[in-house]
């Protein structure tokens, strides 16, 4: 299995500019999740997803867009990028199970928006 | 919202020094997660409890739900143990929207 994986590992953007970031399991997880993380801070909730065809909001979603698909799949959508937006991005899912909802990261998106 | 503390945000320790962390909620939770995050910036899911106490190797993982308190031993301490530890709750009822702590970074000097 790959677990989760990220695309791209780094973007750069100007100010405006919109762009997808990429994210899939292979471990047929209901649940994924978006999180951003900036110095100093937790990492925050942006938009989650119990499952194909349902997401919701989070801490921190004002900018960002999200779908569901399929199972494997949850995409990110910027609109319109913000230096505010200049952040580490990372994916989780997880699933229940006799353990719980463990969590599996991909490995992140480092974004810096000019 | 749960609120998430950890304590102390930086440790610096000497190879073999026993290791604390702590980790502080402010309301019921359904689980508590501890993550490693290493200098390349990934994150691994160490432990997720939500009573007792787990046994990983040389990484214990305690709670205590009455006191809304969990701690992260790490025995005989290695430098390959630098990294920073993240703890984050997940609320009753299931739900699996984690609020985390800002996490412990920890340095191991051989």
């Known amino acids: 299995n790959a677990g989760v994986t990220q695309t791209p590992k780094f973007q750069v953007l100007k100010t405006g500019q919109s762009m997808t970031l990429q994210c899939a399991q292979d471990?047929?997880?209901?649940?994924m999740s978006w999180y951003r993380q900036d110095p100093g801070m937790g990492l925050r909730l942006i938009h989650y997803?119990?499952?194909?065809?349902?997401?919701d909001q989070g801490e921190v979603p004002n900018g960002y867009n999200v779908s569901r698909s399929t199972t494997e799949d949850f995409p990110l959508r910027l609109l319109s990028a913000a230096p505010s937006q200049t952040s580490v991005y990372f994916c989780?899912?997880?699933?229940?199970?006799?353990?719980?909802?463990?969590?599996?990261f991909g490995p992140g998106t480092r974004l810096t928006v000019t | 919202k749960n609120e998430v503390e950890q304590s102390p945000q930086n440790l610096t320790a000497q190879e073999g020094e026993f290791i604390t962390i702590n980790c502080s909620y402010s309301v019921g939770i359904s689980a508590l997660h501890w993550l490693q995050q290493h200098p390349g910036g990934g994150i691994v899911s160490l432990f997720m409890l939500s009573s007792g106490k787990k046994k990983h190797g040389r990484l214990i993982a305690t709670i205590n739900i009455q006191e809304k308190h969990s701690s992260l031993h790490i025995t005989a301490s290695h430098p390959r143990d630098s990294a920073v530890y993240i703890c984050a709750v997940g609320s009753m009822g299931g739900s699996e929207k984690l609020v985390f702590g800002k996490g412990t970074k920890l340095t191991v000097n051989p």
């Open positions: 989780a899912s997880s699933s229940p199970g006799d353990r719980g909802y463990e969590q599996y």
């Open positions: 997803s119990v499952g194909a065809g349902i997401t």
């Open positions: 471990m047929n997880h209901e649940y």
